[in-house]
């Protein structure tokens, strides 16, 4: 989805010839796991960290294509909406040094971006849903960001649904409203953590990452402010699945996989997940003269499909392919010193459980997605099925007694000492994100004044835990 395309138009000819060729590159990558030696055994980490731009009164300010030709530097990308940006981060070797190297890649950026804002009069923020957004400004005329594959991206949904988008889900208040485009999914901004993987342990990290994001969605939860409503601790998980959902009222009721949702289910290999993506049809027919080793189709294709843990496939300089994980839950924010613990706790879990040698399957596949929906409604004070014995207990209580254990153990796989990153995430089973949110609001009922204090504390770094009310 990053990519421009040629036209917000296509021919029935076209999607038909982009469909073929994407599955002919299937094929070749059907043939790549053939020979374990086709791939990279390095194992990186990577990030995108996705912001609001506020203008001096902190309303949304829709500039960012001014700032990004400002910035003229490819690690800077627009957004759906034009109130919102994208650093697109360094990719480092994941050992002992990695933490160092991260914080310094998305602190150095951070700094750019805001130095360029200033110019403008706009500060740049993180924030899950940005508390303040109204409806006016999902005004597509406004403030949707002028690219040919929003506007497309848009219209080809709306074909495959024929009718409108219903967003509807229930917290303490009900949120629900229409939209005949996407930009109700403008109301998300996350951060994204891209985990390598060597291939001999490629299902076992999968199936880690998805137990971990189940822990992750309630840790790191900053999304709980939606129209004023309040609404899941962690909102962006309903609201992109129904804002961008391509199925029509039939694939719905007969139970078709949504393109944004959990997982479809535990697997034996990688190659089921690129097989999976044939049960959705094409978005963005891009098509190209690249041979099938190029994987434009398929990466295109696979782009459009938002599983919370994605799988992406890519080639090296030197030829080897590489496989990595994309793990989507995350909110952005509440500060870098938050997103840099929410990082680093997510991949130490993820190590954590490939190391302990448990069955990371046992736990029906059913169980574990419901827990994924209920942590994401509920946060960190619901019920959820531990990994080990997977009895039921208090996912707070969990992190608390084994959780920040697991990570210790998984970070000192790879050299690195986590101990701040594990200081920050037990404050935060005290307070994160979006308990602090819905106190305030509780308290004050003043979104004016929660944007006000939300952005002190996010200019003086201070971990969520400690923000007072």
Known sequence: MGSEIGRDEYRAAEYAEFEKRWLEELEFVRTLFNDPANFSDERRVGYELEACLLDGDREPSPVNFTILDDLASGDFANELARYDLEINGGVFPLDDHAPQALSADMRGKWGQLQTSAAKFGVHAGLFGVLPNLRPEHFDRERYQSVMKRYTLFSKRLFQMRHESFHILFHGLDEVAFDREDVMGEALCTSVQAHLQVPLDRSVDYYHASLIASVVMVGIGANSPLVLGKRAWHESRI?????????????????????????????????????????????????????????????????????????????????????????LRVLPSGPTLIDTEANVWFYIGLIEGLVAGGMDLTALPFGALRDDFYRIAKHGIGAHFHEPKAHKETILAEWIAQEGIELARTGLESLGIEGEETLDIIRGRLSQNGASWQLAHFDRYHDINKLMEDYMTNFDNDLPVHRWSL
């Open 238 to 326: 309903p609201i992109f699945e129904q804002a961008t959902d391509s199925r029509d009222r039939e694939g719905r009721e007969h139970g078709d996989e949504n393109r944004v949702h959990f997982a479809h289910g535990y697997i034996g290999s990688w190659r089921e997940l690129f097989e999976q993506n044939r049960d959705f049809r094409v978005i963005l027919p891009d098509i190209t003269d690249d041979p099938p080793q190029k994987l434009h189709h398929f990466n295109m294709h696979n782009g459009t499909i938002w599983r919370w843990v994605r799988p992406i496939i890519a080639q090296e300089s030197d030829g080897r392919w590489t496989l990595r994980l994309e």
